[in-house]
Nanobody, 119 residues
Framework: QVQLVESGGGLVQPGGSLRLSCAASVYSKSIYQLGWFRQGPGKVRRRVATIRNTGGTDYAKAAEGRFTSTRDNDKSTVNLQMNSPKPAGPAVYFC?????????????WGQGTQVTVSS
């Protein structure tokens, strides 16, 4: 079982920056992929960024060049640095972890942290 706790959400102005963090309850090298998803009210949850245990990253097109995801395996944390976010109503950012067990891959989700981009 993996528990994920996000932090760092809040109000940020367009063009500003915000850093989200997610702490995992297990040693993160056992988690082969960590990620961030975003969900607006009444919208589907969409991938923002994923980062593998090798450090390789993938970003949604809307996030490329502005958002950066990093992970610290020793601290079992993953971060999302959001630079110059675009104006948007409130959305919840979720941290997710994929763990590869003998029986297959299992995905875990945090409870989310709310981010609003507004002037």
């Amino acid at each position: 079982q993996v528990q994920l706790v996000e932090s760092g959400g809040g109000l940020v102005q367009p063009g500003g920056s915000l850093r989200l963090s997610c702490a995992a309850s297990v040693y993160s090298k056992s988690i082969y992929q960590l990620g961030w998803f975003r969900q607006g009210p009444g919208k589907v949850r969409r991938r923002v960024a994923t980062i593998r245990n090798t450090g390789g990253t993938d970003y949604a097109k809307a996030a490329e060049g502005r958002f950066t995801s990093t992970r610290d395996n020793d601290k079992s944390t993953v971060n999302l640095q959001m630079n110059s976010p675009k104006p948007a109503g409130p959305a919840v950012y979720f941290c997710t972890a994929a763990v590869n067990y003998n029986s297959g891959v299992k995905n875990y989700w945090g409870q989310g942290t709310q981010v609003t981009v507004s002037s």
